[in-house]
Nanobody, 124 residues
Framework: QVQLVESGGGLVQAGGSLRLSCAAS????????MGWFRQAPGKEREFVAA????????YYSDSVKGRFTISRDNAKNTAYLQMNSLKPEDTAVYYC?????????????????WGQGTQVTVSS
């Protein structure tokens, strides 16, 4: 089993930046893709970004493309989400998750292990 711990969330003004981290421990392997998802109050969890095991494939949702950057450091078993030009509508709990295999990176059901989430609040 893999444990995922997110950090870096907080309160920021619109236009500001935050960097989220997701540290994996336990039965870790570099051969998994990592994804970031978010869930706002009253809404379903949605895909934000994903990165393949070697960083060669990256996907973003349209709502964050050009503002967010996903990356990973396999030596540290850690993934990152750099969030710039934050908007109030980015307010949500952000979750990281991992999955084996390839394809369908945006599909929530493909991910097998999830972190507990970190709150991001963007004030207007």
């Amino acid at each position: 089993q893999v444990q995922l711990v997110e950090s870096g969330g907080g309160l920021v003004q619109a236009g500001g930046s935050l960097r989220l981290s997701c540290a994996a421990s336990g039965r870790t392997s570099s051969s998994y893709a990592m994804g970031w998802f978010r869930q706002a109050p009253g809404k379903e969890r949605e895909f934000v970004a994903a990165i393949s095991w070697n960083g060669g494939i990256i996907y973003y949702s349209d709502s964050v493309k050009g503002r967010f950057t996903i990356s990973r450091d396999n030596a540290k078993n850690t993934a990152y989400l750099q969030m710039n030009s934050l908007k109030p509508e980015d307010t949500a709990v952000y979750y990281c998750a991992i999955r084996m295999g390839s394809g369908g990176y945006y599909r929530i059901g493909e991910y097998t292990d999830w972190g507990q989430g970190t709150q991001v609040t963007v004030s207007s």
